[in-house]
């Protein structure tokens, strides 16, 4: 079994910075991509931004205010929010594919969420 716990998420206000971490426990061999969610009320849930290897990928919303970055030893995951826009208030979360043992299937893995609410 597999836990990615999420944490970071505040009230700011707008134009202000946070830095979320998911930590992965429990059963992992490896980790292969890992990515940040994020759901805002009433909208759909969307990739905000991902990292794979040494290959980084963002959404347009985010790109030079957000930047992504994992400790692969310590097996956790960053999202640096900078100039935080009131848009960017949702409940953010994180995804990995992990590979719980060598005989089992690399599978993809969900954090419970944290708040991010950004204020004018």
């Known amino acids: 079994q597999v836990l990615l716990v999420e944490s970071g998420g505040e009230r700011v206000q707008a134009g202000g910075s946070l830095k979320l971490s998911c930590v992965a426990s429990g059963s992992v061999l490896a980790i292969n991509a890992m990515g940040w969610y994020r759901e805002a009320p009433g909208k759909q849930r969307e990739l905000v931004a991902s990292i794979s290897g040494g290959t980084t990928h963002y959404a347009n919303s985010v790109k030079g205010r957000f930047t992504i970055s994992r400790d692969n030893a310590k097996n956790i995951m960053f999202l640096q929010m900078n100039n935080l826009k009131p848009e960017d208030t949702a409940v953010y979360y994180c995804?990995?594919?992990?590979?719980?043992?060598?005989?089992?299937?690399?599978?993809?893995?969900w954090g419970r969420g944290t708040q991010v609410t950004v204020s004018f």
């Open positions: 995804s990995a594919s992990v590979r719980g043992g060598i005989l089992t299937p690399e599978l993809d893995y």
